[in-house]
C-alpha cells in the first residue's frame, strides 16, 4: 500500500504570507501516461474536504490562482501565495494511483 | 446543479450494524465513482472503499474487507454503505464522495457527512 507523509503537521502563518505543505509518497505516483495522481484537499472546520488541486498541478473548478501544485515521482508540494482568512483549515494529499487509496497524515494551517 | 447528500446520524451499539445512505442527482449516476471516507473525532481521512455504479464493482480497503458492503440503485442515483460488528473504534463521521469514471480528476464533490456513534 502506499503511504503518504505530509509536513509539517502544524503550520502557523501569518495572513498575507507564503505557506508551503509537503507530500512525500513511499511508491511512485507517476503514471505511464505522464501524469502524477495526487490530489489535494482542504476540510475547513466543520465541513467536509473540498478538492483544490488534482493530477499533481491542476486546479479544481473555482479553486483561486494563489493555490498551487507542482512536483513529480515521489514529491508534491502545495503552495498558498498569500494565506487568505478562508484558506485556515486542514489540507491534505491523497493518491488516486492504485487502490487502496490514501492520505497523508494532514497538515492543520493555523493563525500565527 | 451537483448534489450529494448522505442520510443522517445514527447511534448504534456495540455489535449492531449501520447503513448510511448517499444519494446523488444533478449529473449521471453511472459516470462516476462512489467512494467512501470516514473520520474518527480529532483524526484524520481514512479511505475505506469504492464502487463502480455503472456495474456494481467494489473494492475495500484490507482494513474493513470482512465487515464492509458498498451498493448502489441506478434507479435511485444511491449509494449505500453498511458497515458490520461494530465498535467504539467505529465511530466517526462517514462521507462519500463522486469521481469521474474515466478521468483522474479527484474527488470533486463530497456529502455533507453522516455521525455515527457507538456506545452502550
Known amino acids: 500500500d502506499i503511504v503518504l507523509t505530509q509536513t509539517p503537521l502544524p503550520l502557523p502563518v501569518t495572513p498575507g504570507e507564503a505557506a508551503s505543505i509537503s507530500c512525500r509518497s513511499s511508491?511512485?505516483?507517476?503514471?505511464?501516461?505522464?501524469?502524477?495522481?495526487l490530489n489535494w484537499y482542504l476540510q475547513k472546520p466543520g465541513q467536509s474536504p473540498q478538492l483544490l488541486i488534482y493530477?499533481?498541478?491542476n486546479r479544481a473548478s473555482g479553486v483561486p490562482d494563489r493555490f498551487s501544485g507542482s512536483g513529480s515521482g515521489t514529491d508534491f508540494t502545495l503552495k498558498i501565495s498569500r494565506v487568505e482568512a478562508d484558506d485556515f483549515g486542514l489540507y491534505y494529499c491523497m493518491q488516486d494511483l492504485q487502490t487502496p487509496r490514501s492520505f497523508g497524515q494532514g497538515t492543520k494551517l493555523e493563525i500565527k | 446543479q451537483v448534489h450529494v447528500v448522505q442520510s443522517g446520524a445514527e447511534v448504534k451499539k456495540p455489535g449492531a450494524s449501520v447503513r448510511v445512505s448517499c444519494e446523488a442527482s444533478g449529473y449521471r449516476f453511472t459516470d462516476y465513482y462512489i467512494h467512501w471516507v470516514r473520520q474518527a473525532p480529532g483524526q484524520g481521512l481514512e479511505w475505506m472503499g469504492v464502487i463502480n455504479p455503472s456495474d456494481g464493482a467494489t473494492t475495500y480497503s484490507q482494513e474493513f474487507q470482512d465487515r464492509l458492503t458498498v451498493t448502489s440503485d441506478t434507479a435511485t442515483q444511491a449509494s449505500y454503505m453498511f458497515l458490520h460488528s461494530l465498535t467504539s473504534a467505529d465511530t466517526a463521521i462517514y462521507f462519500c464522495a463522486r469521481e469521474p469514471l474515466l478521468y483522474a480528476y479527484g474527488l470533486d464533490f463530497w456529502g455533507q457527512g453522516t455521525l455515527v456513534t457507538v456506545s452502550s
Open positions: 511508491q511512485s505516483l507517476l503514471h505511464r501516461n505522464g501524469h502524477n495522481y
Open positions: 493530477l499533481g498541478s
